[in-house]
Structure formats: C-alpha cells, structure tokens
C-alpha cells in the first residue's frame, strides 16, 4: 500500500473520531467521563458549539457573549441535564427551543437581556428549575 493511502485512512479515521466523540473548541474544558462535560465559560463563542460531544450532559456557555439560540444545534445534545446560559446577551428565547431537552433538569438564565419568551419555549421540559433574572 502507498504512503498516500496510510495518510487517507489515518485522516479519515481521525475525522470519524471527531464526528464521533465531538471537538472541544478552543476556550473550552471539555471531559469524556460519565460525566460529559463541557465549560465554556468566557470563551467569547457568540453560539452554542454544533461539533460537540453529542453525548454532553453539562454544558455551561456563561459569559460567552451568545446573542441568539440556534434550536438545531441544541437539538444534537438531547441528553443534556444542566445547560448554564447566565451572562449572555439573549434576548429571546423561542418556540419549542427546548424540545428535545427531554433530561434537562437546570437551565440558568440569569443576567441576559431577555425581554421575549415565546409561547411553548419550553414544552417537553419537566423537573426543570429555571432562573431568570436581570
């Protein structure tokens, strides 16, 4: 077999691993423990990370300067259970955003600029304690 073709397979095998188990971005403290936890905090990402874990249970973007939630990115982390959102610059928080969070059990919200909470956002969500505040 030629080198070229070791080369191929080693990038292609390290790009399933990726896909797989996801990329900690940088700024990011990511654990592949039981745990699956990823801390963001002050990472200056501006949105929630879509190359993630999927597996992720903890996830905490605080301080990242995040403006707006992409529901399609959140939908790839359904076995979350802590989602910390504080000191963020939401202002909105949309329709069914958290329908598949199924598991999420703390959604921290404090310190954004929300001034929206749109009907249903957050249908399916059960044992969730919610902290909003200015």
């Not at 188990?21 to 990011?28: A, I, N, V």
């Not at 954004?112 to 956002?121: G, L, P, V, Y």
Request: proline letters at 3%; hydrophobic letters at 35%; one cysteine or more.
């Amino acid at each position: 077999m030629c080198p070229q073709r070791y080369v191929q397979i080693a990038l292609s095998s390290l790009a399933l691993a990726m896909y797989a188990y996801g990329m900690c971005p940088t700024g990011c403290e990511c654990t592949s423990d039981e745990r699956h936890t990823v801390t963001c905090d002050g990472a200056l990402l501006q949105e929630i990370p879509s190359l993630l874990d999927p597996r992720t249970r903890r996830l905490s973007l605080a301080h990242c300067n995040i403006r707006t939630l992409d529901a399609d990115v959140l939908e790839l982390y359904a076995d979350l259970e802590y989602l910390d959102l504080s000191g963020n610059d939401l202002e909105d928080i949309g329709r069914g955003f958290f329908r598949y969070q199924t598991r999420l059990k703390v959604l921290k919200l404090k310190r954004n600029k929300i001034s929206t909470i749109q009907r249903d956002a957050f249908v399916g969500l059960s044992a969730l304690q919610v902290r909003i505040s200015s």
